[in-house]
């Protein structure tokens, strides 16, 4: 079967590249031919990411005009953006099928039996602008096509659409084969929203085993550390910062990062360019202790099997580490106001059982997707 993966755009997020890979990968293994349609990295400028509005209201009130600023910012992101995903994009171009769709509606219908929509955030407004095409609007007149879900996130258990969003999202989720989500709240913001049923299954990084990407780590030259507490943190705060200050105390540990201030538009540029992602991948392998506030970095940690804790990060949607991490009985290791850290650090994870849930899961997620794509 011909299978085009719809998610976000594939930048410079480790999260977003890998599950892009992992579900490649899974639907590879079932023996279908894969593309995940991309869009170019060039063609448009994702400014929800950049702390760019003040300077931008001011270049435009008292500088250039507001269509010069536009051009400004966009010939700025396209100075910078091959240099801080020169190392991203290596991993991009070698192992994700990608086919470049700048223009949804430009694609045939005879090119493909099933598009598959996930994971990832690619049902969050704010993430993705046009969101009608999440649910596949653009394929309106397509006969043949299978339409499945898997695993898509809406990132937060509040409703974020607007009226007339939900009402078209509605009626384009009604043409889908198949309907899952990422989050138990997708669930209920599913049933409630849209009157149609989903099904609760597991990111698509967590469909691929601990060897999978062992196997991309040692196929790499990345660099090992030992006696290391891995800090992944996105949105960096003093009271994290202080936190890990205490942990790396605690536990006679030292700092690894593993990823850059990519997102800081006032760091230097050098600064900014993200690290390969097979050396993320080994920050995990390699890692004593784990503390971050991504969704991913709880994932991937859970597959290395690394004590770890979340630092609650509500601006990205706690909505799914809360989903996750109660999925495997984890929810201790999320740290909130009143929480005893001492306890958390000093109690230990039972892996043996993590790993029989994961396993269990997985089965019955692996099961969805493929029982989603047989003919009936």
């Not at 400014?47 to 209201?57: A, E, G, N, T």
């Not at 007149?141 to 879900?149: H, N, P, S």
């Amino acid at each position: 079967m011909k299978i085009g993966i719809l998610t976000l755009p594939l930048h410079t997020n480790y999260g977003g590249i890998l599950q892009a890979y992992a579900l490649q990968t899974v639907l590879e293994r079932m023996g279908h031919e894969v593309v995940v349609l991309d869009k170019s990295p060039y063609h448009y400028l994702p400014l929800w990411k950049m702390p760019f509005s003040y300077p931008k209201r001011i270049l435009e009130k008292y500088v250039l005009g507001k269509k010069s600023v536009k051009v400004f910012a966009e010939q700025w992101y396209n100075r910078t953006y091959p240099i801080i995903s020169q190392y991203t994009q290596t991993f991009i171009d070698t192992y994700i099928h990608r086919k470049e769709v700048n223009d949804l509606t430009k694609l045939d219908e005879k090119d493909f039996d099933a598009l598959v929509v996930g994971s990832d955030q690619i049902w969050r407004v704010c993430y993705y602008s046009q969101i009608e095409n999440a649910f596949l609007a653009f394929t309106e007149g397509w006969k043949y096509l299978k339409r499945i879900a898997y695993a898509p996130s809406f990132g937060t258990d509040v409703w974020e659409y607007s009226q007339k969003q939900t009402e078209k999202c509605k009626l384009l989720l009604q043409k889908f084969d198949a309907v899952s989500v990422r989050e138990s709240s997708g669930v209920e913001l599913c049933a409630k929203n849209f009157g149609r049923e989903a099904i609760h299954v597991l990111d698509p990084t967590l469909l691929l085993d601990r060897g999978d990407y062992e196997r991309l780590i040692k196929q790499s030259k990345v660099q090992h550390h030992s006696n290391m507490l891995l800090q992944y943190i996105l949105d960096e705060d003093k009271e994290k910062q202080e936190l890990i200050e205490y942990i790396i105390k605690e536990k006679q540990l030292n700092i690894v990062r593993v990823n850059s201030k990519v997102e800081d538009i006032t760091a230097k540029l050098e600064e900014r360019i993200q690290p390969y992602v097979e050396q993320w991948l080994c920050g995990f392998y390699d890692a004593d202790f784990v503390v971050t506030d991504s969704f991913h970095a709880c994932v991937f940690s859970i597959i290395f099997n690394k004590p770890f804790i979340v630092c609650g990060n509500k601006k990205r949607g706690s909505a799914r580490f809360l989903s996750l991490l109660s999925s495997f009985n984890l929810l201790d290791r999320y740290i909130t106001d009143g929480i005893n850290l001492s306890e958390v650090l000093d109690k230990t994870i039972d892996w043996s059982e993590i790993n029989k849930k994961k396993e269990n899961l997985k089965s019955f997620s692996w099961s969805f997707l493929n029982q989603s794509l047989i003919y009936k």
